[in-house]
């Protein structure tokens, strides 16, 4: 997986290219950890490319959703089907925000 940064403004946006699984989702939650460190409290996702989300990946998407529910906001932009199918069988749809 690759994390493209789109625009370092509010909300700072991200890209997400190819799969958030087991392997890549300590990447993401580096990268967003970081971001969190220097200030950062809105984020913007973008899914248009990212194709599969495993359950490590739906862990870390649950640890930036707490951490916006505590003074940010986080949203969700061009999900997939297929993502959006995980999202929608595993109840994320539910509580996070897509544009």
Known sequence: MEI????????YAIALVGRLDTNTSPELEEFVGELYDKGVSDIAVDMAECSFVSSAGLRVIVAMQKRAATGGSLVFRNVVPDVM???QMTGFDNILTFE
């Open 4 to 11: 493209k940064v789109l625009e370092e403004g509010k909300p």
């Open 85 to 87: 199918d995980v999202f």
